[in-house]
């Protein structure tokens, strides 16, 4: 089992909709991001939250807005998708600070989102 | 830049066979390594990592040296089982301001055939 919870497991949205994935873990990491991987292809980093502050965006399209309420969560709002956003997004935490350089990432086992 | 480039597949292997697959890695400076697998369906979950030269990671009778003279870290195994088959990505980390950069090579996906 996961230590980083992602929901909801599939999401299917059209292009005018509004949705958001959330994604939770509890093991007191102060890092967490945002991955998109599409099929066979290995995952790209989209943001990164450092101590609850957006410390990475990787030139993401404004359609994908992140948001880290607190330590623990993380949500990633979507709206206007096109239908080549359909991927899977995977969430991950680490330990975070410079104190704990290079810290491994724990995944989710992501969303799989459709765009129609 | 720092990259990663692994051997890509598919490999295809009968249970109890040997695997290998390479990694090499440029980067600047001495980056972590790393083995992640991912399952059908799931997230990347860590296999093994190495954090400086000459290091050895292992983990469910995989292996992986951090080998600085050949930049290399390069995937083990000496039986394979059919529980192997997924997807393997090597990768190196950046700390950047606090928090981790993962360069990943493009994926080698294993068959393990019984």
């Known amino acids: 089992d996961t230590e980083v919870t992602q929901t909801p497991k599939h999401l299917v949205m059209g292009m005018t909709n509004k949705k958001s994935l959330k994604c939770e873990q509890h093991?007191?990491?102060?890092?967490m991001y945002w991955y998109k991987q599409k099929a066979k292809k290995p995952p790209e980093l989209m943001f990164v939250?450092?101590?609850?502050?957006?410390?990475i965006n990787e030139s993401v399209p404004s359609r994908f807005s992140p948001e880290c309420p607190n330590s623990s969560l993380l949500n990633l709002h979507l709206h206007a998708l096109q239908p080549e956003d359909s991927a899977l997004y995977l969430c991950?935490?680490?330990?975070?600070?410079?104190?704990?350089?290079?810290?491994?990432?724990?995944f989710g086992n992501g969303t799989r989102l459709t765009v129609t | 830049g720092n990259s990663v480039t692994q051997m890509e597949g598919p490999v295809t292997l009968s249970e109890e066979a040997f695997l290998t697959i390479n990694c090499t890695y440029t980067a600047t400076g001495y980056p972590s390594l790393f083995w992640y697998v991912q399952y059908p369906g799931e997230g990347l979950q860590l296999l093994l990592k190495a954090t400086k030269a000459d290091d050895k990671g292992s983990n469910k009778g995989f292996e992986a040296t951090y080998r600085k003279e050949t930049t290399s870290f390069h995937l083990e195994k000496g039986s394979v089982q059919v529980s192997d088959s997924a997807v393997y990505f090597c990768?190196?980390?950046?700390?950047?301001?606090?928090?981790?950069?993962?360069?990943f090579g493009k994926g080698t996906k294993l068959t393990v055939n019984p």
């Open positions: 990768a190196l980390s950046e700390n950047q301001g606090g928090s981790e950069k993962l360069v």
């Open positions: 991950a935490s680490s330990l975070g600070g410079r104190r704990f350089g290079n810290s491994p990432l724990h």
């Open positions: 093991m007191g990491h102060r890092a």
């Open positions: 939250y450092s101590y609850e502050k957006l410390s």
